[in-house]
């Protein structure tokens, strides 16, 4: 039996035992190579669950929005390494009880799937302790290092044209799972803290808003990259602002569920250089 | 024999409308996007794109935009309205569907309060529409009625030749006419064949999806809910929509003085029609994508006997959980009745 009916069937067995109440995975998409967020709540659904190479997106979006696992009952959610260290982020930053997140882990390596065994959080540690030694994408690494090698102008004026782009429509932060806040400081609008004009200036408030927030949270996934439709490239900002953080506090974001989040935990160890 | 716009004679083309006073803009490909931007030379342009990225509505219905200057002192206030600068513009290489929306959008803003910025960029523009040579999955212009090569919204109508060496060249309004006049040396008789306009299926059948929405029992069918679970209520297929057109108004500035700005807004976020109170009559994400479907194949239709949707298909094309209205119009297509 293949992984993805391996899958299918531990997923209707859930359901059907009533043991979790819904399952978030993959479904076939509107076309050949695309695959889109499939909910099953009965065995039926779950039987058109697909997993293969195609399913690429973070799905632990979901369980931070809209209240999901507000009632307490548990779902069942297909999580690949990246999905794996949101999860992390999340339980750590106190948005999702590890008891209620059943996982389907998968890998795919080499255009293939690999299941990863285990089912709750705690079983992938070991995927947690590979983050500190992990290097990013050769693509990504290079983009990177060919802004750090400009002149902080030349390095502003790339910025400039990209944010120029933005049209402020948040698909980045909707696709991120770690933007849960209730209310974004964007959308706070009594008063209007932050401008919802998307001009430079706006622009440039709202992906700073951005990056700072996600500093030290970013599961590197690139939701929100992919999500952009203004071809923006946000996976740059979130891996220096990663880089930023590592080198200040040796942290890496998501190596384990019970992490302290970063910039909201205080040791005697954290270096001073800001303090003049 | 029919007139055709050689493209080696595209670049004196180009030359000849800015002589004349026009700024030209195209299809390109700049800072990883497509988009209408202005060029200077043929070479400029992506004129192989299917669609650009982005729409032309952003050139007549901009993200933001500057409305009133205001000051405010101990004893008055004063305010100086702002307008778009009045720049004779062509837009060359329009798709139908794109052309299509301005149409589509002309009613809205000229009904109760007729809006000087669209009107005065509608106005000073030139539709130069390119009918297509291909398409994708996503395109669905024949799903609502119109076509790869609808001349609706054109002023010029440009048919690519099957040789690849230009385009059969019509003019479609007065506008048109006029524009023509300005490079009639450049243009040839010719009876080169144009290319075949590529089939695009049907998707979902408007009229039972019409008839469906009006139907006030399936306002609060569970349809909805079912059908929008994946949406991340991210809203870029309502700021990529070359149709839609909701707005905010929001001042800008501090106690004294600043801009009020109309800055594009969308059904799909929570803040859309949250109230001061704090209550939102639409509190769910399904209830959102209701309003999008309703507003577009009902309610639009009520009231200009029109669908506001033209059928480019960007909303499932980049949607980034593979919704889109095409899914769910094909969805209600199929509902047992
Ligand atoms: S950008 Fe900041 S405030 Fe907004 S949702 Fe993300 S974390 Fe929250
Ligand atoms: S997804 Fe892209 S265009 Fe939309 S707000 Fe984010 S950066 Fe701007
Ligand atoms: S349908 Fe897709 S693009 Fe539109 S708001 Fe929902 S998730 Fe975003
Ligand atoms: S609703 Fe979708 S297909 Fe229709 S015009 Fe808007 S983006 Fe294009």
Known sequence: ?276 | MTRILPKNKLDDCIAAWQKAGYSVLAPVQRHDMSSFDEVQKASDMALDLILTERTIKDHFFPQTEPLIKYKISKHDIDSETMTPPDKKRIFFGVRPCDASGLAIDDPLFGWDYKDDYWFRRRNNSVIVTIACAEADDFCMCTSVKLSPDSTKGADVMLRPLASGNGWQIEAVSERGTALLDTVSPLLQESSDQAAPVPQVAEKFDVEKVMEWLADPANFESQFWKDISMRCIGCGSCTFLCPTCHCFDIQDEGDTYQGIRRKNWDSCSFALFTMHTSGHNPRNAQSTRWRQRIMHKFNYYQGKFGVNSCSGCGRCTRQCPVDMGITETLQAITNLPR
Request: with cysteine; proline share 6%; charged share 25%.
């Open chain 1, 1 to 276: 039996m293949g992984i993805q009916e391996q899958y299918r069937s531990e997923a209707a067995a859930l359901l059907s035992s009533g043991e979790v109440k819904l399952v978030i995975g993959f479904g076939p998409g509107s076309t050949a190579d695309r695959r889109r967020p499939l909910f099953a709540r009965t065995p039926e659904e779950a039987e058109k669950l697909v997993l293969d190479p195609a399913c690429i997106s973070n799905l632990t979006t979901y369980l931070v929005a809209g209240g999901l696992l507000s009632d307490g009952k548990k779902v069942a959610i297909f999580l690949k390494p990246d999905g794996i260290r949101s999860l992390n982020i999340l339980v750590s930053e106190c948005q999702v009880k590890p008891e209620q997140v059943v996982i389907f882990g998968y890998a795919i390596e080499n255009n293939e799937i690999r299941p990863l065994s285990g089912r709750s959080i705690g079983d992938f540690a070991e995927i947690g302790s590979k983050i500190r030694t992990a290097t990013p994408p050769p693509a990504v690494q290079k983009e990177a290092e060919r802004l750090e090698a400009m002149s902080p102008a030349e390095r502003f004026e790339f910025w400039k044209e990209q944010f120029s782009k933005c049209i402020k429509c948040y698909a980045c932060r909707q696709a991120c799972p770690m933007c849960y806040c209730r209310r974004c400081i964007v959308d706070v609008n009594q008063p209007q803290w932050v401008s919802t004009s998307s001009h430079t200036l706006g622009n440039f408030e709202w992906n700073l808003v951005r990056a700072f927030h996600l500093a030290g949270r970013c599961a590197a996934c690139g939701a929100c990259d992919r999500a952009c439709p203004v071809n923006i490239p946000l996976r740059l900002i979130n891996y220096r602002m990663g880089k930023e953080v590592k080198e200040a506090f040796d942290y890496h974001a998501g190596e384990s569920s019970d992490q302290k989040p970063v910039l909201a935990s205080f040791s005697q160890d954290d270096p001073e250089t800001f303090i003049l």
